[in-house]
């Protein structure tokens, strides 16, 4: 049983490092894009070929809409296309950000060990591709929304054992308000 205690020990204190690790962490590069622009990941936002987390945000404009009114404008236009693997909205982030009138709304977060590839997936997937992906492009009623893209270089080695742990916690922090947590 000793044993046990020990790993148990050095696994809760590295849960706590990363909590706070996580805590500190910031987006950068943020650029802002429409789904009609054809977009040079590498030159507009020069996206890293690293190992990290991104985060999509969605402009919720000025306007007499409500945040649940334009909430469900979004959500209806989500689920009505027909898209395949794709992750859904989530009712209880989707609650955290009813006193967001305007502005930047958290939209999707991720981790991947090739940003850059995982974020032309997200963009340019077909519809019908069995990767699991945002599929952007795909959804024409999402062509005039105005999107922002940033994203956190993350390189370690230990990217099976953290990155995880790491994504849940901004997951908690920001509230995307489409994935699968």
């Known amino acids: 049983m000793g044993d046990f205690d020990e790993i148990n020990k050095k696994l809760k204190e590295l849960n706590h490092g990363i909590i706070t690790f996580s805590e500190n962490l910031k987006f950068k590069n943020q650029q802002e894009f429409d789904l009609s622009e054809e977009l040079d990941l590498e030159k507009v936002f020069q ?27 979004i959500q209806k236009k989500w689920e009505t296309e027909p898209i ?24 999707y977060l991720g981790k991947s060990e090739k940003i850059m590839k995982r974020i032309k997936e997200h963009l340019s997937l077909d519809s019908d591709s069995s990767t699991y992906a945002l599929k952007l492009k795909a959804r024409s009623k999402f062509h005039k ?37």
Do not use: A, C
Not at 55 to 72: A, G, Q
């Open 145 to 181: 929304e105005t999107f922002r893209l940033s994203f956190i270089e993350i390189e370690t080695e230990y990217y099976d054992l953290v990155m995880h742990k790491i994504e849940y916690e901004l997951r908690k922090q920001y509230n995307p308000i489409i994935g699968k947590q």
């Open 47 to 73: 996206i890293p070929h690293s190992k990290g987390i991104y985060l999509f945000e969605i402009k919720k404009e000025p306007s007499t809409l409500s945040f649940d009114k334009w909430m469900s404008e």
């Open 84 to 107: 395949r693997n794709s992750p859904k909205v989530t009712q209880k982030y989707k609650e955290k950000h009813t006193n967001s009138l305007d502005g930047w709304i958290p939209f």
